[in-house]
C-alpha cells in the first residue's frame, strides 16, 4: 500500500499545471470536432429541401440540376451533401458562359 501512494504522489510531481491545460484544450476541440461531424450528417429542412427541389427544375445550369435530381432520389439529405450542391451552384453561377459560334449571314 505504501508503494501505491509513492507511484501516486510521485505522478502528481510530474503532472504541470501546463500540461492540464492541454488537455482540457485537446478535449475541448475533440467536442467541438465531434459536434461538426454530427450536425454535417443530420437531415436538411424542408426549406432547404425547396431550394433543392428549385434547383432539379432549373435548366440554367445542368451540373447542378443534375446533382440536385440525384440528391433528391435520396431518401433523406445531409447538411453535407446540400453544402456541395449549393457550392456547386455558385461555383456555376460565377463561371463564365460560352456563347454560340457566331454564323455568318448568306
Not at 454530427?38 to 428549385?54: G, T
Not at 435548366?59 to 446533382?67: F, G, L, R, S, V
Amino acid at each position: 500500500m505504501h508503494i501505491a501512494l509513492q507511484k501516486i504522489v510521485q505522478l502528481k510531481s510530474q503532472i504541470k499545471l501546463e500540461d492540464i491545460y492541454n488537455g482540457f484544450i485537446a478535449t475541448i476541440i475533440v467536442i467541438i470536432l465531434s459536434l461538426a461531424f454530427i450536425a454535417l450528417h443530420r437531415p436538411i429542412s424542408v426549406q432547404q429541401f425547396e431550394n433543392v427541389v428549385k434547383l432539379s427544375a432549373q435548366a440554367n445550369y445542368p451540373d447542378t440540376q443534375e446533382m440536385a435530381l440525384l440528391l433528391m432520389q435520396q431518401p433523406q439529405i445531409p447538411y453535407a451533401q446540400y453544402f456541395k450542391l449549393m457550392q456547386a451552384y455558385q461555383l456555376e453561377m460565377t463561371q463564365a458562359h460560352q456563347l454560340p459560334p457566331l454564323q455568318l449571314e448568306q
